[in-house]
């Protein structure tokens, strides 16, 4: 589906020295990765699971100082090894399904201090440590992203360009999902909400209410893991004042907290940002009825900026910004490079598009609603 221009076998060996650094610097002898977030990014885009709600996969990898080996029952064997892995190189545990992954990792390290990202017993739980490792994007990475932004992207904006009054938000919903998928997507969040539902929730779960004049359509999409998050608005007809209006305030939120995503800043120190943009906007306090975002990569949001989130922005970490106003919202995803930040899921479908003022003859171009 898409080009590769680096191998996972370079890729790995990228991840393997970050991972050991791990090692050295808190002094363990091992890490066991079961997530699958964390096992799609060690293997560039393998998957470890069976149900797709579930964060815990069926096998695991440990990488020690000197080796990495797949640790896998005898049923997820066959497909991981020859589907997931295969360039891979992995050594391979096999233990009966029947028996208990923690005693196989510790035939294997004997002894000293595991660091692990799920809950088993004698081992050291360190989901926050551990995720923090695959923040920065590698190059095979950043090329994937780009092409799953653009992929994503194109998808929605056509589909939505597609959508008719009288459909209802489960079969719009159901109706984008099948386009997701048949591209070689997997969709892992799809919220659909039509006309007052807008105004009046702002996580809408899809129902049978029928779309009469404004659609909303939110995605979060995965491809080898990696996931972008992007939220179109339609309208049959032309935009009121009031909403057109409402909507250019909540979509110059979102351009000035993308051009306030630098390196070196923290998440703390954005969400301060965040709370003066609402304010100069006239809508002081609506950060409060919903999230405003925050990083994004291998999970749909990896941390949401608060303002007690710690956590420095790293060169070439995405984050997806999602300020909302009631009835609009304004969402895409980015990566901050040294200097700026890109926008990932950027538009070239002939969706129309806000070009927002943020100072200094700076300018930055948002998605409008679109008018069928």
């Known amino acids: 589906m898409f080009i590769e221009v680096q191998s996972r076998v370079e890729d790995l060996t990228t991840k393997l020295k970050i991972v050991r650094g791990f090692l050295q610097r808190e002094n363990y002898d091992a890490v066991f990765y079961q997530r699958t977030d964390n096992f799609a990014w060690l293997t560039s885009g393998g998957y470890n699971g069976i149900p797709y709600n579930s964060e815990t996969g069926e096998c695991g990898l440990l990488v020690t100082n000197d080796n990495i080996y797949l640790v896998t029952n005898t049923i997820e064997k066959p497909r991981v090894v020859n589907e997931e892995i295969a360039s891979l190189p992995i050594e391979v545990i096999e233990y009966p399904w029947y028996e208990d992954v923690a005693s196989v990792v510790w035939k294997v390290v004997k002894k000293g201090k595991v660091a692990t990202d799920t809950l088993l017993d004698g081992f050291d739980l360190k989901v926050a440590e551990l995720s923090e490792l695959r923040f920065s994007l590698t190059e095979l990475e950043l090329n994937r992203y780009r092409d799953l932004g653009s992929k994503a992207t194109e998808l929605m904006e056509q589909f939505c360009m597609t959508i008719t009054p009288g459909q209802t938000e489960l079969e719009i919903a159901a109706n984008l999902n099948r386009v997701y998928l048949s591209n070689g ?24 209410k ?27 007809g032309k935009l009121s004042q009031s909403l057109n209006d409402k909507f250019l305030l909540t979509a110059t939120i979102d351009a ?6 630098k390196v070196g800043t923290t998440a703390g120190q954005m969400f301060e940002k965040m709370k003066r943009f609402y304010e100069v906007a006239g809508y002081r306090g609506e950060w409060k009825y919903h999230h405003q975002g925050g990083a994004i990569g291998y999970q749909n949001r990896d941390y949401l900026i608060t ?66």
């Not at 000035?256 to 995503?261: G, N, V, W, Y």
């Open 210 to 236: 029928r779309f009469e004049k404004k659609c909303m359509v939110v995605s979060c999409v995965s491809y080898k893991g990696l996931i972008v998050a992007l939220t179109r608005i339609v309208h049959k």
């Open 185 to 208: 997507l997997l969709p892992t969040v799809t919220l659909i909400a039509c006309d007052e539902r807008i105004d009046l929730f702002r996580h809408p779960i899809a129902t049978n």
């Open 307 to 372: 303002s007690m989130t710690e956590e420095i922005i790293q060169v070439n970490q995405a984050f997806a910004w999602n300020p909302s106003i009631k009835g609009t919202k304004s969402e895409d995803t980015i990566v901050a490079e040294s200097t700026k930040s890109e926008i990932i899921t950027v538009s070239n479908s002939g969706w129309p598009q806000l070009n927002i003022n943020l100072g200094n003859d700076a300018t930055l171009k948002r998605p409008a609603i679109l008018e069928l």
């Open 256 to 261: 000035q907290l993308i051009e306030a995503t």
